[in-house]
């Protein structure tokens, strides 16, 4: 523990150094942005290893034949899914690009399972091909299409039913996935569900394995969990009497949530977990089913926290009685949550974290858009232009969102541990960006 006054939000390894600077993973801050340019996301291997454990520890205490499965949308990168292979983390993809990721660093693909709410033809096609465990399949169309597939390539594909449960996790609406309208899963309400029971289990080339429900991103509230699993047990239960459905594997999602401002601080991880295997032991006694192999699938929990962002400050403009802005050389380019969320972030001044913040700014971007803000209303010692500032709690949903927006190039990513800094992805260039306009035949 330091004095930072965001300790709980940065990573683990958050420290002041010798001259009262930033230090991350061991590493001068400063000293990584002269060396990798900025904005510079930084990421702390061992914060990423202590959760990726507090993960496994927790559920396999309460709920012993639990896997735990890094959704990997939150960051996907051949450096971070080879630390997820060697946490013993299982793996989602949603896309075939983030198969290709999993698949280049190696990453077995029996242990992963492709979820999204449209896979095509040529992606299911690539995943059973490369052996992939799993398929969430989400619509009825991809019923068909992917018994189409597994059958032209003589295989059985193990597969899970995503459900819709009607179930208010009250997270952001944009990012509620598992209520009534959304465009995902199959809703037990509507009697989709059991449609989907009935079909696939019918299929020649398809196994139905379990059931899985997602509700929605960050979830700081225990019940709506155990609200959703008992709602989904009862009607497992009812597919076993009705149609022979066999619920081997059960999934509750991912969801957890993270601190993004050291205020609003999440549960415990054992908390969740207790919550969850409570649920699901007290939900398989009252409905009379075998407990089956559970999978819980958190992707900004897992990496969230372990991600720093650093921007530069530039430009300096005072609205007397109304507004200071700072302007920094990121923004919504690479990070979009505060515009398309409204998220909250705080901001660390990297040179004197601990030094009084007696002036309130927003923090801006540098893209032509006035919604291009980082952080709205915080506070910090008397701004500089050549300042540096970090926004804790970076790692998930960010660069994986980014975008070339006004041409400008994405961040370089380094991974930091006990005074090393390894470059895992390098910053664009102008030719990354020409690329896929000249390189045409
Ligand atoms: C995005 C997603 C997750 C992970 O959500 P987090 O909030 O990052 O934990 C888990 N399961 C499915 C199906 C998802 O789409």
């Given at each position: 523990m330091t004095d930072l006054p965001e300790a709980q939000i940065l990573p683990i390894t958050a420290d002041i150094g010798v001259d009262g600077r930033l230090m991350i993973g061991g590493c001068d801050v400063r000293d990584l942005v002269g060396k990798f340019g900025s904005p510079l996301y930084i990421y702390d291997e061992a914060t990423l290893r202590d959760i990726c454990r507090d993960f496994v520890g927790s559920f396999t205490a309460e709920y012993p034949n639990s896997h735990i499965e890094y959704s990997s949308k939150a960051f996907a990168n051949p450096a971070i899914a080879e630390i997820i292979d060697q946490e013993g983390l299982d793996m989602d993809v949603v896309t075939g690009g983030e198969l290709a990721v999993a698949i280049a660093a190696n990453?077995?693909?029996?242990r992963m399972n492709f979820h999204g709410n449209n896979k095509g033809r040529e992606e299911l096609v690539e995943a059973l091909q490369y052996g992939i465990g799993i398929v969430t399949l989400d619509s009825f169309a991809e019923i068909d299409l992917l018994n189409e597939v597994a059958g032209e390539l003589g295989v059985t594909q193990q597969v899970m039913l995503r459900l819709s449960p009607s179930i208010d996790p009250h997270t952001h609406l944009l990012t509620?996935?598992?209520?009534?309208?959304?465009?995902?899963g199959f809703s037990i309400e509507t009697g989709d569900a059991e449609l989907a029971v009935e079909q696939a289990i019918d299929?020649?080339?398809?196994?139905?394995v379990g059931l899985h429900f997602h509700l929605g991103?960050?979830?700081?509230?225990?019940?709506p969990y155990s609200e959703a699993i008992d709602y989904v047990l009862q009607f497992a239960a009812n597919m076993r009497d009705r149609y022979g459905l066999e619920l081997k594997r059960f999934s509750p999602g991912g969801g957890f949530a993270i601190g993004y401002v050291s205020d609003t601080l999440p549960p415990a991880m054992s908390e969740y977990a207790k919550e969850i295997a409570v649920a699901i032991r007290k939900g398989c006694d009252a409905y009379g089913l075998d407990e089956p192999e559970v999978y819980l699938e958190p992707g900004r929990a897992i990496v969230g926290r372990a991600g720093v962002a650093v921007y530069t400050v530039g430009g300096i403009k005072t609205i007397p009685d109304v507004r200071t802005y700072v302007s920094v050389d990121g923004g919504m380019g690479d990070n979009i949550r505060p515009a398309l969320y409204d998220s909250e972030y705080s901001v660390v001044?990297?040179?004197?974290?601990?030094?009084?913040?007696n002036q309130t700014v927003t923090v801006a971007g540098k893209f032509c858009e006035s919604g291009d803000v980082l952080a709205r209303d915080v506070d910090l010692p008397d701004p500089a232009t050549g300042d540096l500032l970090a926004l804790p709690a970076s790692g998930a949903y960010c660069l994986m969102m980014a975008s070339n927006y006004n041409m400008q190039t994405r961040p370089a990513v380094v991974l930091v541990n006990e005074g090393n800094a390894r470059l895992i992805r390098r910053r664009e260039t102008y030719s990354d960006l020409l690329a896929s306009s000249l390189d045409i035949d």
């Amino acid at each position: 523990m330091t004095d930072l006054p965001e300790a709980q939000i940065l990573p683990i390894t958050a420290d002041i150094g010798v001259d009262g600077r930033l230090m991350i993973g061991g590493c001068d801050v400063r000293d990584l942005v002269g060396k990798f340019g900025s904005p510079l996301y930084i990421y702390d291997e061992a914060t990423l290893r202590d959760i990726c454990r507090d993960f496994v520890g927790s559920f396999t205490a309460e709920y012993p034949n639990s896997h735990i499965e890094y959704s990997s949308k939150a960051f996907a990168n051949p450096a971070i899914a080879e630390i997820i292979d060697q946490e013993g983390l299982d793996m989602d993809v949603v896309t075939g690009g983030e198969l290709a990721v999993a698949i280049a660093a190696n990453f077995p693909p029996e242990r992963m399972n492709f979820h999204g709410n449209n896979k095509g033809r040529e992606e299911l096609v690539e995943a059973l091909q490369y052996g992939i465990g799993i398929v969430t399949l989400d619509s009825f169309a991809e019923i068909d299409l992917l018994n189409e597939v597994a059958g032209e390539l003589g295989v059985t594909q193990q597969v899970m039913l995503r459900l819709s449960p009607s179930i208010d996790p009250h997270t952001h609406l944009l990012t509620s996935t598992g209520i009534l309208d959304s465009k995902f899963g199959f809703s037990i309400e509507t009697g989709d569900a059991e449609l989907a029971v009935e079909q696939a289990i019918d299929k020649e080339s398809l196994d139905v394995v379990g059931l899985h429900f997602h509700l929605g991103s960050p979830i700081f509230e225990l019940e709506p969990y155990s609200e959703a699993i008992d709602y989904v047990l009862q009607f497992a239960a009812n597919m076993r009497d009705r149609y022979g459905l066999e619920l081997k594997r059960f999934s509750p999602g991912g969801g957890f949530a993270i601190g993004y401002v050291s205020d609003t601080l999440p549960p415990a991880m054992s908390e969740y977990a207790k919550e969850i295997a409570v649920a699901i032991r007290k939900g398989c006694d009252a409905y009379g089913l075998d407990e089956p192999e559970v999978y819980l699938e958190p992707g900004r929990a897992i990496v969230g926290r372990a991600g720093v962002a650093v921007y530069t400050v530039g430009g300096i403009k005072t609205i007397p009685d109304v507004r200071t802005y700072v302007s920094v050389d990121g923004g919504m380019g690479d990070n979009i949550r505060p515009a398309l969320y409204d998220s909250e972030y705080s901001v660390v001044p990297v040179d004197r974290p601990l030094a009084p913040r007696n002036q309130t700014v927003t923090v801006a971007g540098k893209f032509c858009e006035s919604g291009d803000v980082l952080a709205r209303d915080v506070d910090l010692p008397d701004p500089a232009t050549g300042d540096l500032l970090a926004l804790p709690a970076s790692g998930a949903y960010c660069l994986m969102m980014a975008s070339n927006y006004n041409m400008q190039t994405r961040p370089a990513v380094v991974l930091v541990n006990e005074g090393n800094a390894r470059l895992i992805r390098r910053r664009e260039t102008y030719s990354d960006l020409l690329a896929s306009s000249l390189d045409i035949d």
